[in-house]
């Protein structure tokens, strides 16, 4: 229990986001399991396999690469498709739109 975190930062905002309003509530939990789960660190950007993902969530892998995909398309995380790393986590797309393009790897441009 000593490697927990005490608490993950998550900005009030989210809530009122259009984004994160336009997905359904499968959609909402993998965002808030992406940005506070037990994988999230620091930075926002970790590595995790879609079947690590799904099990952990107790869904099938179809469906976590489904909403992994419309996350995505929110603009809510950015991910490479060919490493499951997962980028922009740790403070959304609000963080990385108040930083500019800078803030996400260049793979993801």
Not at 17 to 38: A, E, N
Not at 48 to 66: Q, R, S
Request: include cysteine; hydrophobic fraction near 35%; proline fraction near 6%.
């Amino acid at each position: 229990m000593s490697n927990e975190r005490p608490f993950t930062m998550v900005f009030p905002k989210l809530h009122s986001s259009k984004r994160y309003l336009s997905l359904d509530d499968s959609g909402r939990l993998l965002h808030h399991y992406f940005l506070d789960g037990p994988h999230q660190n620091h930075c926002g950007c970790y590595l995790i396999k879609p079947a690590y993902a799904a099990t952990d969530l107790v869904w099938p892998v179809d469906k976590f690469l489904e909403y992994r995909r419309k996350l995505a398309d929110a603009e809510l995380i950015d991910f490479d498709p060919e490493t499951d790393e997962i980028y922009g986590c740790a403070g959304s797309s609000t963080m990385i739109a108040a930083a500019g393009n800078s803030a996400r790897p260049s793979s993801v441009r």
